[in-house]
């Protein structure tokens, strides 16, 4: 079936590594990236979904004060340093867009084919999304999980996009560079590529829409 659109995750995708800038402002921060590693990375990267507090924070049923509430003294300190908007050490002060994904995205609106951006994404962390992936970028939905009570990998929030898109799964092509968000776009019917390197899975997403 003819890919018509394309659906673009946001954090390691449209912007500068996720876990990279999040170990790097730890490491600034004198936080223990050991600790966030173990908080935080079964929120942002595992499959499945359920009552966890951060599930819920990406849902947008909880603010992130009550995630960090959820935390011990120890782990909540850490964490506080960089993913508090509040912090001098926040990482997204100085989160870098992904200039060559970015400019893919023109490429595709410029094709003709429908975009969404679909991201799993925490209310108060929306403005930075907006500094780093700007309004103007051509996408023609805005897909966020806090905003509609669904996150990746559940098929929900990529129904939700197709929907606003209106394609079935099979017209849909997803980029993310979580394997289980990968895998739960291909779970649903849509092809799907893994960002490692960006100039690496443009190649391969400029192959699948010939």
């Not at 590693?37 to 990267?45: D, E, K, R, S, T």
């Not at 499945?48 to 507090?53: E, K, L, Q, T």
């Amino acid at each position: 079936m003819t890919i018509k659109a394309v659906l673009f995750d946001a954090a390691g995708v449209l912007t500068a590594p996720f876990s990279v800038e999040l170990v790097g402002h730890a490491l600034h921060a004198g936080a223990d990236p050991d600790v966030l590693m173990n908080v935080l990375y079964p929120i942002f990267a595992h499959a499945g979904d359920g009552a966890s507090a951060g599930n819920r924070l990406e849902r947008g049923e909880i603010t992130l004060e009550d995630f960090f509430g959820s935390l011990g003294p120890d782990d909540q300190r850490h964490v506080r340093m960089v993913i508090d908007p509040a912090s001098p050490t926040f990482f997204g002060d100085s989160w870098a867009p992904g200039s060559e994904m970015q400019a893919f995205v023109h490429e595709v609106a410029d094709a003709g084919l429908s975009t969404a951006l679909v991201s799993n994404i925490v209310t108060e962390w929306i403005p930075v999304w907006e500094r780093v992936i700007p309004l103007d970028l051509p996408f023609d939905a805005r897909v966020y999980s806090c905003m509609i009570g669904a996150r990746k990998p559940e098929p929900a929030i990529y129904q939700h996009a197709l929907d606003a898109l209106g394609v079935a799964a099979e017209e849909a092509l997803f980029l993310d560079d979580f394997e289980a968000m990968v895998d739960g776009a291909r779970d649903l019917g849509m092809e799907a590529v893994h960002v490692a390197d960006p100039a690496t899975a443009i190649a391969e997403a400029r192959s699948v829409l010939g």
